[in-house]
């Protein structure tokens, strides 16, 4: 006797499948760009829209008072754009359930995810530590508040950083068949 699905295992598979066949579409955008050369260039693009983050949050509430917004929405903007083409181009491995991944993409999901994790860790008690600095500074409370969001965004793209950085180029011939199913 089988036993159907209850209605929370349904919803789960009918979620599931809709993320795979976004990221099936997904797969076929940006075809000239899947190259280790374009996802390495979108990296330098996404380190420096985090630092852009960082240095703005050194400058909150100090002097002049507009530095903190410029430097702060260009390394959102720039940040922001980088890591969605990031997202793109590295396709499940950056963000889909392990049901949807083969094994090659599992293993590199994981080895992300634990780097991702370490760097987090690590930013976080840099962002402890600097909020321990400027305590006592005019505004420190909220500086560092700052800091910590700048560096848990920093820490967010990490798996990103790293398989765009790592990943090898595309299969050509993978894509074009790909592109033929459509």
């Not at 690590?122 to 505004?139: D, H, K, Q």
């Given at each position: 006797?089988?036993?159907?699905?209850?209605?929370?295992?349904?919803?789960?598979?009918?979620?599931?499948?809709?993320?795979?066949?976004?990221?099936?579409?997904?797969?076929?955008?940006?075809?000239?760009?899947?190259?280790?050369?374009?996802?390495?260039?979108?990296?330098?693009?996404?380190?420096?829209?985090?630092?852009?983050?960082?240095?703005?949050?050194?400058?909150?509430?100090?002097?002049?008072?507009?530095?903190?917004?410029?430097?702060?929405?260009?390394?959102?903007?720039?940040?922001?754009?980088?890591?969605?083409?990031?997202?793109?181009?590295?396709?499940?491995?950056?963000?889909?359930?392990?049901?949807l991944l083969?094994?090659?993409?599992?293993?590199?999901?994981?080895?992300?995810?634990?780097?991702?994790?370490?760097?987090?860790?690590?930013?976080?008690?840099?962002?402890?530590?600097?909020?321990?600095?400027?305590?006592?500074?005019?505004?420190?409370?909220v500086r560092?508040?700052?800091?910590?969001?700048?560096?848990?965004?920093?820490?967010?793209?990490?798996?990103?950083?790293?398989?765009?950085?790592?990943?090898?180029?595309?299969?050509p011939e993978?894509?074009?068949?790909?592109?033929?199913?459509?």
């Amino acid at each position: 006797m089988t036993e159907q699905p209850g209605r929370l295992a349904a919803y789960w598979e009918r979620q599931l499948d809709k993320l795979d066949e976004r990221e099936r579409r997904r797969a076929l955008h940006l075809p000239r760009w899947r190259t280790r050369k374009h996802r390495r260039a979108l990296v330098a693009v996404l380190v420096a829209g985090d630092l852009a983050l960082i240095a703005g949050a050194t400058r909150y509430e100090l002097e002049p008072r507009w530095v903190f917004p410029a430097i702060w929405l260009s390394g959102l903007v720039i940040g922001g754009v980088a890591f969605l083409l990031l997202r793109i181009l590295t396709g499940r491995m950056s963000g889909s359930f392990s049901r949807l991944l083969d094994e090659r993409e599992r293993e590199w999901r994981h080895r992300v995810t634990y780097i991702g994790y370490q760097a987090l860790s690590y930013l976080m008690v840099i962002a402890l530590l600097y909020s321990l600095f400027i305590a006592n500074t005019e505004e420190g409370g909220v500086r560092g508040a700052m800091m910590l969001s700048a560096l848990l965004v920093t820490g967010t793209t990490i798996p990103a950083v790293v398989l765009g950085w790592s990943l090898p180029d595309d299969d050509p011939e993978d894509f074009e068949e790909g592109m033929g199913n459509d």
